[in-house]
Structures are given as C-alpha cells and as structure tokens.
C-alpha cells in the first residue's frame, strides 16, 4: 500500500465506548498530524508529533489521547465523547525537513467519518 | 501565526482559467505558501506550494506578489473534477511552529 491509509473509515459510537482510530503512513516521514474537521467548519488542527514526539497540541480535550509508537503508526484513542464531537477525521503525514527548508507539503488520508450518538 | 483570507466561493466555466486569490499580508520570514484542494469528503490535496517566485507544475500555477502579502493560484483549464474547496496556507515550520491553521477556503465550481 502507498500513501496514508486511515481505518476504519467510518465509525458510530456511543458517548460511554472507547475506540481508537488508526493511521499509517508508507512515505518514510517524519512528522504526523491529526485534524478534526466538523461540518462546516475549517480543519482544525488537533495534535502534530515529529520523530515520535509531541510537538504540537491544540487544547484538545482530554478524551482524545493520541498515540505515536513509530514514524510510521498514529493512533487516536477516543473516550467519553459527546455528540459535538462527531466529524471527519484527518489524519496527515509530511517529510519535515529542518527549518528554513520548506518540502512540507502533507499527505494526507482519507478519513474516518465519526458518529457520537 | 500568519492566517490567510479567501473569497467564499467562485464559479468558472469548464475550460476556462480559474485564478483564485488569496491574502496573506502577516506573512513573515521565510514562509511558504501552500495551495490544498479538498474534492467532497476526502482528505485534501497538495496543489504547489511557493516563497516569492512564481511556480508552476502539472496541476497549477502560482502568482506571488512582490511584497508577499498576497498570491493567486491558477488552474489554466478547468475541469468539471477541478469542482472542490481550496485552501490556501502558511506554513509555519519555518517560523518554528507547527500550527497550521486552515481557513475556510474557497469553493470553486466549475461549470459545463
């Protein structure tokens, strides 16, 4: 596979499940994103990680908990949501290569359309 | 963080040029500007990206304005499938930071 998959690509859940979504990347980068984007509404960026680490936290509640085993694996883990919380969500990869140098484009998957119910 | 300005929507007839503008007047340093196309509920899609040249590939052409504080992307033929929302950014990691802010961008229609 190539690219940035995202599984499942659609999920319903209830206010009291715990889910997790799942990215992957097959580019070899270095940097990896989660958004949420809400009908309507722009992307929000939600949580960037680089090299495994967090760099990057955009007051999240804490019922997203994201997860960074490798360069390759993003993770979201959800719960207690609540029916807002319902979107699509992004997940993004890109090179990042050192500052002053920008080849940052970002690839990105496809989605999991959530529902909270 | 430099944030962007675009109009709401535009209509273009099919093999026309679509120039779609966008503003960026805090834009500062050395960052890029980059052009996403999003097509209905898929994840969005690097078009080009720029610093002050002009650029251009096989999908697009970018117009950099020499103060840097705006530019337009063109697409030089539309297409029906060129029917999406674009959006326009900075990239901040030059600046040192990660936070991307996406706008509403602007939905373009191409029309037959």
């Known amino acids: 596979e190539t690219g940035v998959t995202q599984t499942p690509r659609h999920l319903v859940m209830g206010m009291t499940n715990k889910k997790s979504l799942k990215c992957e990347q097959h580019?070899?980068?270095?940097?990896m994103y989660w958004y949420k984007q809400s009908a309507k509404k722009p992307l929000e960026l939600m949580f960037v990680?680089?090299?495994?680490?967090?760099?990057e936290n955009n007051s999240v509640p804490s019922r997203f908990s994201p997860e960074c085993p490798n360069s390759s694996h993003l993770f979201l883990h959800l719960h207690t949501l609540q029916p807002e919380d319902s979107a699509l969500y992004l997940c993004?990869?890109?090179?990042?290569?050192?500052?002053?140098?920008?080849?940052?484009?970002?690839?990105f998957g496809p989605g999991t359309r959530l529902t909270v119910l | 963080d430099a944030k962007t300005t675009q109009p709401p929507s535009m209509d273009c007839a099919e093999g026309r040029a679509a120039n779609l503008p966008c503003n960026h007047s805090?834009?500062?340093?050395?960052?890029?500007v980059y052009w996403y196309r999003q097509i209905h509920s898929q994840g969005p899609q690097y078009i080009i990206h720029g610093l002050k040249n002009n650029e251009t590939n096989e999908m697009a052409s970018l117009i950099i304005t020499e103060d840097r504080k705006s530019s337009t992307l063109i697409l030089p033929h539309a297409t029906l499938r060129d029917t999406a929302v674009y959006y326009c950014i900075v990239d901040p990691t030059t600046s040192g930071t990660y936070k991307y802010i996406f706008g509403t961008g602007t939905r373009l229609k191409v029309l037959a």
């Open positions: 990680y680089n090299f495994k680490e967090q760099t």
């Open positions: 580019l070899g980068h270095n940097a």
């Open positions: 805090t834009i500062s340093g050395n960052e890029y």
């Open positions: 993004a990869s890109s090179q990042d290569y050192p500052a002053g140098v920008s080849y940052n484009e970002q690839f």
